[in-house]
């Protein structure tokens, strides 16, 4: 075993931590600026809502078309021209109000051609297609 001497010629064993409580002190101190500027922002008064948009919330109708051609609004199986007038009565209640179409990967592709069409013969212009994401994203 051997150990180090310093000028004086004295042997001496022990490590000095302090560069190293000083590394992790600043590292500390950065990573707390920089979390605590990444969650603050100007402080503003947000505007409130009035009573009357609260009231007109937008209720997403969802369409579901299966693999066998059935078609669903909010769970509740419909015919074609049964959608379209349930659609009508939601467009003269609420003019603006999205429109989520969940197709079966085996439905044939006219049927949600035919539920596209409705929406596009009604006026509704919020519509999106559900899909399911990748695998690893």
Known sequence: MSMKA???????DDINVTPMVDLYLVLLLIFIIMTTAGLQGLKVHLPKESAATSQAKKKIQAITVANDGKICLNTVPVSLAELETRLGQQKAQTP?????????????????????????????????????????Q
């Open 96 to 136: 603006d109000f999205p429109v989520v179409i969940r197709g079966d990967s085996a439905a044939q592709y006219q049927g949600i051609m035919d539920v596209l069409n409705v929406c596009t013969k009604l006026g509704i212009t919020e519509v999106a297609l559900a899909t399911k994401p990748l695998k690893g």
């Open 6 to 12: 310093d000028a004086e010629g004295k042997a001496y």
